[in-house]
């Protein structure tokens, strides 16, 4: 059997291996696929064993071997070598995690939150994604959220959250194991850790006196607006206007642009950053300048040792927001308004609904008597 002179140049034909019956050549003298016909329990089969002339005939005559070899060695431990077999094609034709999660997302654009959880649930199983899904495993999937675990707690809890509608849609199409619908988030406590005025003042203190610092004039523009802090370290001059800042819906948890009114603290930070204003885009650059800073945790310490106050995340400040101007007799909704919180539980069903004014002078009057809490901090 010498396929370089018995194929032809174009087109296709087939060669049989003269030792081995079933083993087959298909194609031309550039190029061909091995195959092997048999039969298992009555039925007429045929594997790809793979492609000349990477593989040769001696190769190949090896591999259809071990191919007869293993399916006599799978029926007599009493495996069923055609559910096997379908079991492999189906992962081979199946979508990949990314290409369904894609479906899914274009399929759910009317939740409000699909947006985030897209994000979120790409960042924790990113090394998942080109899986099929059939080969996704619990074991697999719950691998990722320990490591995530190990830096965001939350964060791996809510890709979990986020997970699951997605887990049972696939499940519903046929394309997942019911195994995976057992996945589950652990019960965690919830956090109710906010600063009181004496603790915000010194964490403003502090942050104030680490003077041109990047994370420090974050900081305290998180203090200023009460916004996340990425959507905070990915603030860019282009979404400045006068005394608004629009978040585009893409950083956004509800994955809407929000504009956020500026008082005189957040516009104090933006005047002393525009004097160190580089080419970038982004007000609050890391090294780089290309992407928005990222040292946290770092700056977290030195902020702690210096504040003398600890036990409490930058989410926290959020928190402390709506507590104090609670405190100070500031209306709830206008407080979750000022938050981005769309569908707080200030507003009933019938409101949320109905309810989509941006009640930007109100946002705006807030966001100055905040201004004026924080300074009495």
């Given at each position: 059997?010498?396929?370089?002179?018995?194929?032809?140049?174009?087109?296709?034909?087939?060669?049989?291996?003269?030792?081995?019956?079933?083993?087959?050549?298909?194609?031309?003298?550039?190029?061909?696929?091995?195959?092997?016909?048999?039969?298992?329990?009555?039925?007429?089969?045929?594997?790809?064993?793979?492609?000349?002339?990477?593989?040769?005939?001696?190769?190949?005559?090896?591999?259809?071997?071990?191919?007869?070899?293993?399916?006599?060695?799978?029926?007599?431990?009493?495996?069923?070598?055609?559910?096997?077999?379908?079991?492999?094609?189906?992962?081979?034709?199946?979508?990949?995690?990314?290409?369904?999660?894609?479906?899914?997302?274009?399929?759910?654009?009317?939740?409000?939150?699909?947006?985030?959880?897209?994000?979120?649930?790409?960042?924790?199983?990113?090394?998942?994604?080109?899986?099929?899904?059939?080969?996704?495993?619990?074991?697999?999937?719950?691998?990722?959220?320990?490591?995530?675990?190990?830096?965001?707690?939350?964060?791996?809890?809510?890709?979990?959250?986020?997970?699951?509608?997605?887990?049972?849609?696939?499940?519903?199409?046929?394309?997942?194991?019911?195994?995976?619908?057992?996945?589950?988030?652990?019960?965690?406590?919830?956090?109710?850790?906010?600063?009181?005025?004496?603790?915000?003042?010194?964490?403003?203190?502090?942050?104030?006196?680490?003077?041109?610092?990047?994370?420090?004039a974050a900081t305290i523009m998180m203090i200023a607006t009460a916004q996340r802090r990425n959507e905070v370290a990915g603030m860019k001059w282009s979404e400045i206007n006068g005394d608004l800042w629009t978040i585009p819906g893409e950083r956004t948890k509800t994955?809407?642009?929000?504009?956020?009114?500026?008082?005189?603290?957040?516009?104090?930070?933006?005047?002393?950053?525009?004097?160190?204003?580089?080419?970038?885009?982004?007000?609050?650059?890391?090294?780089?300048?290309?992407?928005?800073?990222?040292?946290?945790?770092?700056?977290?310490?030195?902020?702690?040792?210096?504040?003398?106050?600890?036990?409490?995340?930058?989410?926290?400040?959020?928190?402390?927001?709506?507590?104090?101007?609670?405190?100070?007799?500031?209306?709830?909704?206008?407080?979750?308004?000022?938050?981005?919180?769309?569908?707080?539980?200030?507003?009933?069903?019938?409101?949320?609904?109905?309810?989509?004014?941006?009640?930007?002078?109100?946002?705006?009057?807030?966001?100055?008597?905040?201004?004026?809490?924080?300074?009495?901090?």
């Amino acid at each position: 059997m010498h396929p370089k002179t018995d194929l032809p140049p174009i087109g296709r034909a087939t060669l049989k291996d003269p030792e081995i019956p079933g083993l087959e050549l298909r194609g031309n003298s550039k190029s061909a696929t091995w195959t092997l016909r048999h039969r298992v329990d009555g039925k007429r089969i045929r594997d790809t064993i793979g492609r000349w002339p990477g593989l040769t005939t001696v190769a190949a005559r090896k591999a259809a071997h071990a191919k007869l070899a293993s399916v006599a060695v799978t029926k007599a431990s009493g495996g069923d070598v055609l559910a096997q077999r379908a079991e492999r094609q189906k992962v081979k034709k199946a979508r990949s995690f990314d290409e369904a999660l894609l479906t899914y997302v274009s399929q759910r654009s009317d939740l409000r939150t699909i947006g985030h959880a897209d994000r979120v649930i790409r960042n924790v199983y990113s090394r998942l994604l080109q899986e099929k899904l059939p080969s996704l495993t619990k074991a697999k999937l719950l691998a990722c959220t320990d490591k995530q675990r190990e830096s965001a707690p939350s964060v791996a809890d809510l890709s979990i959250r986020y997970l699951r509608p997605f887990l049972k849609w696939a499940y519903d199409r046929g394309e997942v194991g019911p195994d995976l619908l057992t996945l589950h988030v652990r019960q965690t406590a919830k956090r109710d850790r906010y600063l009181n005025k004496k603790e915000l003042g010194a964490v403003l203190r502090a942050a104030q006196s680490h003077g041109t610092h990047v994370a420090a004039a974050a900081t305290i523009m998180m203090i200023a607006t009460a916004q996340r802090r990425n959507e905070v370290a990915g603030m860019k001059w282009s979404e400045i206007n006068g005394d608004l800042w629009t978040i585009p819906g893409e950083r956004t948890k509800t994955g809407k642009d929000y504009a956020v009114p500026l008082n005189h603290i957040a516009q104090k930070v933006l005047d002393e950053a525009s004097k160190m204003r580089g080419e970038t885009d982004l007000v609050f650059a890391g090294r780089t300048g290309v992407t928005p800073f990222n040292g946290w945790s770092r700056y977290k310490r030195k902020l702690d040792t210096d504040s003398g106050i600890s036990n409490w995340t930058f989410h926290d400040l959020r928190r402390t927001f709506a507590t104090l101007c609670a405190d100070e007799g500031i209306d709830a909704v206008i407080v979750d308004r000022c938050l981005n919180h769309v569908g707080a539980a200030t507003l009933n069903d019938v409101a949320r609904r109905y309810q989509y004014s941006s009640m930007i002078d109100q946002k705006r009057a807030a966001m100055k008597r905040w201004s004026e809490i924080v300074t009495n901090a």
